[in-house]
Every structure is written in C-alpha cells, then in structure tokens.
C-alpha cells in the first residue's frame, strides 16, 4: 500500500488537540444490556435500513474497547470523541461500561470526550416534548457525577440539525416522522436541552463545554432570484437556526414566533456561554428553487413540496456515498461563521470530517483528509481560532439507514467475524500526527 508523496501539512497551533469520533448506537452493540432506542423501533420497521441490518452488535465495541483504545492508542490521537448511550445508562449497571472505557482510555494517555447525546433517544421519549429537554439535563448531571472525575471535555448534543431533519421532517432516520416544517419543536426542544445540559455540567463543576453542529456552506444553483431564496431558505435551516441561538441568543429571521413555548426565556438557557463550538462538516449543497419533483441528495429522498431542491455539484469527485469532496467548503463555512458571528463565536473545534469509501487501500481517504486539513489551516490563517480537529470515523460502523454499506473507518471491520485492520489511511493519519510533533 504506497500512498503518495505529498507537501507535509503545515503545522497546527501548539496544543491543538488531534482526535478521532465514534457514536454509541453505531459502534457497541450490546444491545440487550441497554434499554431499547428509537433506533431499536425504528430498525425494526420494514426497509428502513439498505441492507436489512441493525445495531445490535454494530462492532462489538462494548465487549472490544480495550482492543479499541489499543487502535486509538496506535494511531497516537490526543483525543477520542465518543458518545454515552442514553438507554444504556438507564440500564442497570450501564454507566459501568463508560467507567472502564474512561479508565482504559486515561491509562493510555487519551483524553476522554463524550457527546451526552447522539440520536439514540431511549425508546418512549420524544423531542416534540418539552419535557424530553428537563429529562436529558437529568440523564446529563447522571452522567457527569460519575466521569466528571476523569472527564473534563464534554459535547452535549451532536447535530441537532440532522436529527431534526432526517429523523422528524424527512422520516429517513429514528423515529421516522415526515412532519416537514411541524418539526421547528423538536430543533428548539434539543437547543433548550443543550442549554439545559450546559447548566446541569456547569452546576457539577465542568469548565471545557461545547456542543458538535453539522454545517456547510450554501451555494445557489444560479444567480436567478429563486435560486438565490431558495439556498437562504435551506442554510437558515441547516446553518442560522442552530448557530444563531446559540451565539446570538436569538432565533434569525422571525423563526422565533414558529417556536413553542416561552422563546425569550428558553434563549437565554440556549445562549448560555460556551467554551467551544464544535462543527461537523462534510460537504457544501447546492441549492435551487423547487423543481416540482422528488429530488435526492446524499442517498435522502426530498419530497416535492419542498420548497427548495438539491442539486448535483459539478466536476468535483464524489465519495461512495456520492457526497461531493469539497476541501475549500470547510474554509468557507469557518471564515464565514468568523465574519457573522466575530466575538460571539468562542474557538472551533473541528468535531467531525470523513467520507466514505471502500477498501483497505483508501487513497481516496487519504486525499479527502490532507485536502480538509489544509483547508482547515487556510481558515487558521485567515485569523479563525480553530483548536482541533477529529476524523469520523476510527471503525466502519453502523452508519443509520444505510446500515454497514458506507464505510467511514480509518480501521476496518468485518461485520462477520469482528476483525479490526487499519487501513492505509490510519497509517498516514498515524503519521501525519507525527510530523505534527515534531
Ligand atoms: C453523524 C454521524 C454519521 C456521519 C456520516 C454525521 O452526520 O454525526 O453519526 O455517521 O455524519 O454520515
């Protein structure tokens, strides 16, 4: 497996903290020691998963941490971002597994960094409920009273954007709701449990909080009026709806009057201040006015009365997932989150960038990762404070509706036998971070 020789990387600040990302749902399996998820429901639906696959024993991480934390200790990673179930805690002994993973991982010298919430709602709540927010602070101040000792680096939720989205406007993902725009609740109710959640880690002494959004720039398919409204329409929900209450305290655009409840008070949860933001990127999208049929983006179907539509980027490469590799969109999404939001923006870290491919010889991951690392440095220099950076994913997992045929790992996994390889991606990773060090 030679991969070829390129420019190092220049290097990143001193103490810019490397890392690779994993969720709870799509890596532990072990399913029957946690209380069922919406995912558990939802996957039991007909043709909701491509392959037919659940998460049931995903890659066995439960059972192969140790072997886990080995790969991340090989790869020489700062960090590791991983998620805690939500219906594992609330089994019986449940957070014993985050005790011993937390423990594993100090030993090797890694830094623990939990999201405390990664789509797997426990089977019975629901994010049209306010309440659902007052019981993730609870499940949250749980979890931080007993790994607050070794944890000190907490992400409250990751892509409340997507969820909102795929799981209750377009019905792709858990729980399976096609609301359209009746889903505006379920984005204020988890931005009200990240505020809440903020609160609840502060109250139990954490200092290092953020939260992972996923963002892309928007491009309009042409300079036609439409076109131009209908790409302000779609990065005001992918983009301003998630980062303006948080940042600016206030919802953009009069989306505050669609909101339940009492929105000024909630703000003011939401917007508390936070230690860092975290952005997951992948691509840009291109936007047009609807074109009165069903279009598709990234394997997600997009009903017709939408009143916008995706379009295909031309003349760049795409992964297996057919998502187009974009490097210089990761400067663009910074350097404009820089201008919008100038002080309010705390420092970035970037806590998600990947793609899918298949095989062990990944030189397409390995172009995709050195072309969004120099991007990223191009927004360092443009005077953006970007503090990290981490890869999805350490293993090929269960990646949600497209069950274990997308391929994000820098590891492989056969999902038959369970056997972990690094992949030529993992070896260059390994030894960028090297250089990095030096
Ligand atoms: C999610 C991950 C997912 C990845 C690739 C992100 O939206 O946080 O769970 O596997 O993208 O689709």
Not at 155 to 171: F, V
Not at 277 to 282: E, M, S
Request: net charge negative; with cysteine; aromatic share 10%.
């Amino acid at each position: 497996m030679a991969t070829e020789a390129r420019d190092p990387i220049p290097p990143f600040p001193a103490g810019f903290l490397w890392g690779v990302s994993t969720s709870a749902h799509q890596i532990e399996g072990a399913a029957d020691l946690r209380t069922p998820s919406v995912w558990d429901t939802f996957t039991a639906g007909p043709g909701r998963v491509k392959d037919g696959s659940t998460a049931a024993v995903a890659c066995d991480h439960y059972h192969r941490y140790r072997e886990d934390v080995a790969l991340l200790a090989g790869l020489g990673v700062d960090a590791y971002r991983f998620s805690v179930s939500w219906p594992r805690v609330l089994a019986d002994g449940g957070l014993g597994f985050y005790d011993r993973l937390v423990d594993e991982l100090c030993a090797a010298g890694i830094r623990p960094v939990p999201t405390l919430f990664h789509w797997d709602l426990p089977a019975g709540l629901d994010w049209l409920e306010r309440d659902t927010a007052a019981r993730f602070a609870e499940h949250v101040s749980v979890v931080a009273g007993r790994l607050g000792d070794r944890v000190d680096k907490w992400i409250t939720l990751n892509e409340p954007a997507e969820h909102t989205l795929l799981g209750h406007a377009l019905g792709v993902h858990a729980p399976g709701r096609q609301l359209l725009f009746d889903a505006l609740p379920v984005a204020h109710h988890q931005l009200l449990a990240h505020g809440l959640a903020v609160r609840a880690l502060r109250a139990a002494g954490a200092a290092d909080i953020g939260i992972a959004n996923s963002h892309g720039p928007t491009w309009p398919a042409s300079k036609e009026q439409a076109d131009v409204e209908a790409a302000d329409l779609y990065d005001l929900l992918l983009n301003r709806l998630f980062a303006d209450p948080l940042l600016l305290g206030a919802y953009p655009d009069g989306l505050g009057e669609l909101m339940p409840g009492d929105v000024p008070a909630d703000l003011k949860i939401i917007s508390e201040p936070l230690d860092w933001y975290g952005v997951n990127y992948y691509a840009p999208a291109r936007v047009g006015a609807p074109q009165g049929t069903e279009t598709s983006f990234g394997g997600v179907r997009m009903p017709a009365e939408l009143p916008f539509s995706l379009r295909e980027i031309e003349g760049v490469p795409t992964t297996a997932f057919g998502w187009p590799v974009v490097p210089e969109g990761l400067t663009e999404l910074l350097t404009g989150f820089h201008d919008r939001y100038g002080d309010r923006l705390p420092p970035v870290v970037v806590t998600e960038n990947g793609c899918s491919y298949d095989g062990l010889d990944d030189q397409a991951r390995i172009t995709y990762l050195d072309g969004h690392l120099r991007a990223l440095h191009r927004a360092v220099e443009a005077g953006v404070d970007v503090r990290g950076y981490f890869v999805w994913s350490l293993l090929d997992n269960f990646e949600w509706a497209e069950g274990y045929t997308q391929r994000f790992g820098l590891v492989h996994v056969d999902p038959e036998t369970q056997e972990r390889t690094p992949k030529a991606s993992y070896t260059w990773f390994a030894d960028m971070l090297g250089q990095q060090r030096l």
